[in-house]
């Protein structure tokens, strides 16, 4: 399926709102320097969380600027709309855009349904741009206790090393 090779599904686990914040930092760090494009979908504001992380972390002054220009609020479904309509226009801006969606499990499924969709409706925008989606989708453990169940559905997983591909034969071997 060629949506396939536009977007990619990421999946993240976090312990705590704090620690959400805290390991998300080196991906936005290397993705802001790389000129990508980051939104943001939460179920709930990390603003404060995320500005507990910056007046700690030693970062330059224009990179904390950028990263407080991201959307850290809560999320309704006007924020949605607005973010594919944002999301359009980085098509035509960017060639690489990270979406973070952050939330209990219901909330991530909804938001994954939507990105889908629209994805569909955007594919040849999407081909003849030759952008690339990165959906990052952060799960709390304190829902989801035995992560194997979330990392399963996954092709990649986002750690504070990075993007890493998730490797099913050493899953099954480990088992």
């Not at 959906?135 to 890493?164: A, H, P, Q």
């Amino acid at each position: 399926m060629k949506d396939k090779m536009l977007l990619k599904k990421i999946c993240s686990i976090y312990a705590s709102d704090l620690h959400f914040a805290t390991m998300i930092f080196p991906f936005i760090n290397k993705e802001l320097e790389i000129g990508a494009t980051i939104r943001t979908i939460l179920e709930k504001d990390e603003q404060e969380n995320i500005e507990k992380i910056l007046k700690n972390i030693g970062l330059n002054s224009a990179l904390k600027k950028e990263i407080r220009n991201i959307d850290w609020k809560h999320t309704n479904i006007n924020k949605i709309r607005k973010s594919f309509n944002l999301l359009e226009e980085d098509i035509e801006n960017n060639k690489k855009m990270d979406l973070i969606i952050c939330g209990r499990n219901i909330f991530i499924d909804k938001v994954n349904q939507a990105i889908d969709l629209w994805v569909k409706n955007n594919i040849d925008k999407l081909e003849i741009a030759g952008a690339q989606i990165n959906v990052i989708n952060c799960f709390s453990f304190e829902e989801n206790k035995n992560s194997e169940n979330i990392s399963n559905s996954y092709e990649y997983i986002l750690r504070t090393t990075g993007i890493e591909e998730i490797l099913k034969e050493e899953l099954l071997k480990a088992n």
